[in-house]
């Protein structure tokens, strides 16, 4: 059950919205009923003790059936939201699209400005740009257009919508991909889920490459040792933690990567001194701590920067970061006071590849 759990951890943050309050790994039980002696007749004969294995294999097949179910709801949900993302791309929006990707700009802050500029952009991500900062953020972590980037968990594409046609001229953006014949149902469900965020949106990840990952017990596959000039794992490091996918992330991250290589960080900042196994259950990890897990793998932390700071984050909630917007986990309860939080407080880092 524990190695389900892990797999189940891994492939979700690959393919779930980060910005939705994670679910919790599907449990099962099995309650043996003792019926009660009647104390009007006969004691009735001693029930035979329940086999372990079939039990074991009982409780097995019932999450499973529960995690397929669940898996199922979830493609549905994704296929629905296909079909209004391919009903966005008109061929109006394709054509136009594809002349701001195909022109060559030149200079990487020109090419930065005419992708966030662009109307391929989903309906209300440009309003984030005020604050997550996008221009600002990718130029502290040094990225070119001609990088080879890989991103972890790119959720519902916030970042990926931007990363792939900046990167059209030069460079490569790779993420996660999976086998649809995968007899483990959440590796299928994965490669299904990246095909339609893929395939929905037009012409606009025509250029992006999909690393295959292997079974549950391999390391992350993040492509060729030394071939990476960036990794970015953006507001995920809190799941990282809460699953144990330490060493599946950044041993293949250290590896993958170029002497110098970049590992850029965001993350939804805990207050210092916060314990992060309570942190992280609420979507935030102390800095400090953070930063030390990091250079534990082989990492140096090269600089850190505020751009994505926010005082009003109290970092108090019941439902955790998924409170502030754009989640808003209480619906429209406060949602005023919460609007005027604004989205969290976060750490920006930027760690380069050392030798171990």
């Not at 012409?203 to 391999?218: C, F, I, K």
């Not at 090269?302 to 700071?309: L, Q, W």
């Amino acid at each position: 059950m524990q190695r389900l759990a892990l797999v189940i951890a891994s492939v979700a943050l690959m393919s779930c919205n980060k910005d939705t309050p994670p679910t919790e790994t599907p449990q099962s039980s099995t309650a043996a009923a003792t019926p009660a002696a009647d104390e009007t007749t006969e004691p009735a004969e001693e029930t035979p003790a329940e086999d372990p294995e079939a039990a074991k294999k009982a409780e097995e097949e019932a999450a499973a059936k529960k995690l397929q179910e669940q898996l199922d709801k979830r493609l549905a949900a994704a296929e629905a939201k296909a079909e209004k993302v391919k009903a966005r791309w008109t061929p109006e929006v394709v054509t136009a699209f594809e002349k701001m990707r195909d022109k060559k700009y030149g200079n990487d802050k020109k090419r930065m400005k005419a992708v966030l500029a662009s109307k391929h952009r989903a309906p209300g991500n440009a309003d984030r740009d005020k604050f997550r900062h996008p221009a600002e953020t990718l130029k502290f972590f040094g990225l070119k257009r001609n990088m080879k980037v890989f991103e972890i968990g790119q959720g519902a594409g916030w970042y990926t919508e931007v990363l792939a046609p900046y990167l059209a001229e030069g460079g490569q953006l790779y993420l996660a991909g999976y086998d649809e014949k995968a007899e483990d149902p959440q590796m299928a469900f994965g490669a299904k889920a990246m095909k339609l965020f893929l395939e929905s949106p037009g012409s606009l990840y025509s250029n992006v490459e999909t690393v295959a990952q292997g079974g549950r017990d391999e390391p992350m596959n993040l492509g060729p040792d030394g071939s990476l000039d960036m990794v970015l794992v953006i507001r995920m490091f809190h799941n990282v933690h809460r699953f144990g996918l330490w060493d599946r992330y950044l041993t293949s991250a250290h590896k993958s990567l170029k002497d110098g290589g970049v590992l850029a960080v965001v993350q939804h900042r805990a207050a210092e001194g916060a314990d992060p196994e309570e942190s992280a259950k609420k979507g935030y990890l102390p800095e400090k701590w953070l930063i030390e897990k990091i250079e534990g793998y082989g990492f140096k932390l090269d600089k850190k920067s505020e751009i994505n700071a926010n005082k009003k984050d109290t970092k108090d909630y019941e439902q955790g970061v998924w409170t502030l917007p754009p989640s808003f986990a209480l619906g429209d309860k406060d949602k005023a006071k919460y609007e005027g939080i604004g989205e969290s407080d976060r750490a920006t880092l930027r760690f380069v590849k050392v030798a171990k």
